[in-house]
Nanobody
């Protein structure tokens, strides 16, 4: 059974840092892409990053480039998203998702989703 379980998040001040994690199980991580998404109240879900696990490459949406970093603990089948230099616009529920293939594939579908974890940015 495929499972993605997010953890971490919480409250940070503007300019601060947080980490959110996605523990995966039930599938071979190397065959999948892992995406991070976020959704703020009243806004559409936004893609934050996509990591092609087979090659270890990650692409980021422009608004988080240089501030957010994805790294993987393959021994624990866990993908982490490090959020730094947070601003108010980063506050959202963060979700991880898994889809078979690579980020540059036009056939990539996000088949599995976690339950989400809250990131709050406030002074």
């Amino acid at each position: 059974q495929v499972q993605l379980v997010e953890s971490g998040g919480g409250l940070a001040q503007p300019g601060g840092s947080l980490r959110v994690s996605c523990a995966t199980s039930g599938f071979t991580l190397d065959y999948y892409a892992i995406g991070w998404f976020r959704q703020a109240p009243g806004k559409e879900r936004e893609g934050v990053s996509c990591t092609s696990m087979s090659v270890g490459s990650t692409r980021y949406t422009d608004s988080v480039k240089g501030r957010f970093t994805v790294f993987t603990d393959k021994a624990k089948n866990t993908v982490h998203l490090e959020l730094t230099r947070l601003n108010l616009e980063d506050a959202a529920i963060y979700y991880c998702a898994a889809g078979q293939g690579r980020c540059d594939s036009s056939y990539l579908l996000w088949a599995y989703w976690g339950q989400g974890t809250q990131v709050t940015v406030s002074s």
